[in-house]
């Protein structure tokens, strides 16, 4: 059920942890910050810790490194960036109402395709229960609501820059990348005895040819092939999924001007010269793929604008440091 909800460590505003714990502070507790009046104390570190290292928030909500889990600081400034996310919520008066959690838990409930009874059984099996998930995604909400408010309005991306950004993606996946082939055919010759055993030492005589550089791929082209149409024996452009699953499994693995051994088909032995590989222009990309790319570069530049987002609430708020808050515990 790990797609009850997306994990987000990277948007560390978008920690979804109860308040409930902070609240139980014992007298004698230091403060460590305070933020706009509001401290926070040794002990709610702790909870914190406690609470982003449990099998359920990991599970559910996680996604944050144990290297930043277990290191106090650094749980600290999460918990400085979580406390700054909640007092904004309040202060916007973007909290989520009971009904809105409902809605929310019935879609998870039929994205999953199980029943609230399920979900409270696997709540229970990762030592959490509906309670505390339902207060997870009431946060869920509220930060989403906070984005639409403070975030999303500054988002509009124009086609220009997703173009700029897929090009600037790295290389796309393997099956996104499309191989432009010329081939050699050697048919099997009607009539002839052994015709395929022929056709074999014909095409093994023309591929040693082809790949010690002997002769130019074309001109073998039309010396040997049988086939009469295609020009200079050049097939085009060729996505994996398009390939014949003999051609599938070689061509990837060919180095961009080097030719393949005979690969028996059933019309004769073809010999595959890999001429170009070049990945699709972003005006050529189906309206899905686009979305896709657009959802990443959002996601990228959400990222970016939280971040920068934080640190102008920082500034603007009034953190008190203590003065001991680096003194071992």
């Known amino acids: 059920?790990?797609?009850?909800?997306?994990?987000?460590?990277?948007l560390s505003f978008i920690l979804l942890v109860s308040t409930k714990a902070f609240c139980a502070a014992q007298v004698l507790d230091k403060t460590v910050v305070t933020i706009n009046d509001e401290?926070?104390?040794?002990?709610?570190?702790?909870?914190?810790?406690?609470?982003?290292?449990?099998?359920?928030?990991?599970?559910?909500?996680?996604?944050?490194?144990?290297n930043v889990i277990d290191n106090r600081e650094a749980a600290l400034q999460l918990l400085v960036e979580e406390r700054l996310v909640n007092q904004q919520v309040k202060k916007l008066e973007l909290t989520a109402?009971?009904?809105?959690?409902?809605?929310?838990?019935?879609?998870?409930?039929?994205?999953?395709?199980?029943?609230?009874?399920?979900?409270?059984?696997?709540?229970k099996q990762l030592g959490s229960n509906l309670s505390e998930y339902k207060d997870g995604i009431k946060r869920q909400i509220e930060r989403r609501n906070l984005i639409d408010r403070e975030i999303r309005p500054s988002m509009e991306i124009s086609d220009e820059q997703l173009r700029h950004f897929y090009s600037r993606?790295?290389?796309?996946?393997?099956?996104?990348?499309?191989?432009?082939?010329?081939?050699?055919?050697?048919?099997?010759k009607k009539g002839i005895d052994n015709a395929e055993s022929e056709a074999q030492k014909r095409a093994t005589n023309i591929y040693r040819q082809a790949a010690n550089?002997?002769?130019?791929?074309?001109?073998l082209v039309k010396e040997y092939s049988d086939d009469t149409e295609s020009v200079e024996g050049v097939l085009g452009y060729f996505s994996p999924s398009s390939l014949s699953r003999e051609f599938r499994n070689i061509i990837p693995k060919t180095a961009v001007g080097d030719v393949t051994k005979p690969i028996?088909?059933?019309?004769?032995?073809?010999?595959?010269?890999?001429?170009?590989?070049?990945?699709?222009?972003?005006?050529?990309?189906?309206?899905?793929?686009?979305?896709?790319?657009?959802?990443?570069?959002?996601?990228?530049?959400?990222?970016?604008k939280m971040a920068l987002w934080i640190e102008k609430k920082k500034k603007e708020s009034n953190i008190t440091v203590s003065k001991d808050i680096h003194k071992e515990k």
């Open 1 to 10: 059920m790990k797609t009850f909800l997306i994990r987000s460590y990277k």
């Open 39 to 66: 401290p926070i104390l040794e002990s709610d570190i702790d909870e914190f810790q406690k609470k982003i290292r449990s099998k359920s928030f990991q599970e559910l909500f996680g996604g944050i490194p144990n």
């Open 97 to 123: 109402s009971d009904q809105e959690v409902e809605a929310q838990i019935k879609s998870i409930l039929k994205r999953n395709n199980i029943t609230q009874s399920q979900l409270a059984d696997r709540l």
């Open 169 to 188: 993606s790295g290389s796309p996946e393997a099956s996104e990348q499309e191989f432009k082939l010329a081939h050699i055919l050697i048919a099997y």
């Open 213 to 219: 550089r002997k002769a130019d791929f074309s001109q």
């Open 264 to 304: 028996k088909m059933s019309d004769g032995f073809h010999i595959l010269k890999l001429i170009e590989i070049r990945s699709p222009d972003f005006t050529t990309l189906s309206k899905e793929k686009k979305e896709q790319v657009r959802n990443q570069m959002v996601a990228s530049e959400m990222e970016k």
